[in-house]
């Protein structure tokens, strides 16, 4: 696979369930972001990796807790959501941390929490 | 802090029409700044991206300019064709620890054969 991929594609989960959402980018890149996409809401930045550290942390609510085992893998962990998170989840990697260097990103989970 | 404001849409147009869409920013320093594209059922993907005042960047037949005086980006198409319809983000990077994208709304087009 090329790109960087997103598992599952569809999630639908209660609010009591635990799920997690797995991103794999096969680019060499070394930065690694998970963004929120909500109807008529900009795309929310929700936490950044460089090198497998993470340097960003917009706020989140703490349901959501990312993990990054590898600058390959990141995995955004899901529990006790509210149906105000449903949304379409994004990953993007990039190569290094320098400011004019593109983001590619993922198809995106659509997350439904009911 | 940074922002983009696109214009509201949706945009629609008949083909073969003549497309912009206007984004501004506002941002401390000297940003990046990319359009991204987004088709139905699929993540983002750049469109161009410019990096210094006075860049153009194209792909496509897209085209935009960034002008550091009106701290502007706008998009631009000669020809629209059907294949275009899609929801267009303007976004600009700064670099805060790491890459940070601050993205506009979006802009939804459609356009109709």
């Known amino acids: 696979e090329t790109g960087v991929t997103q598992t599952p594609r569809h999630l639908v989960m209660g609010m009591t369930n635990k799920k997690s959402l797995k991103c794999e980018q096969h680019l060499g890149h070394n930065a690694m972001y998970w963004y929120k996409q909500s109807a008529k809401k900009p795309l929310e930045l929700m936490f950044v990796y460089s090198l497998e550290e993470r340097v960003e942390n917009n706020s989140v609510p703490s349901r959501f807790s990312p993990e990054c085992p590898n600058s390959s893998h990141l995995f955004l962990h899901l529990h006790t959501l509210q149906p105000e998170d449903s949304a379409l989840y994004l990953c993007?990697?990039?190569?290094?941390?320098?400011?004019?260097?593109?983001?590619?990103f993922g198809p995106g989970t659509r997350l439904t929490v009911l | 802090g940074d922002s983009v404001t696109q214009m509201e849409g949706p945009v629609t147009l008949s083909e073969e029409a003549f497309l912009t869409i206007n984004c501004t920013y506002t941002a401390t320093g000297y940003p990046s700044l990319f359009w991204y594209v987004q088709y139905p059922g699929e993540g983002l993907q750049l469109l161009l991206k410019a990096t210094k005042a006075d860049d153009k960047g194209s792909n496509k037949g897209f085209e935009a300019t960034y002008r550091k005086e009106t701290t502007s980006f706008h998009l631009e198409k000669g020809s629209v064709q059907v294949s275009d319809s899609a929801v267009y983000f303007c976004a600009l990077s700064v670099l805060q620890g790491a890459q940070k994208l601050v993205f506009g709304q979006g802009t939804r087009l459609t356009i109709n054969p």
């Open positions: 993007a990697s990039s190569r290094g941390p320098l400011g004019y260097n593109e983001q590619f």
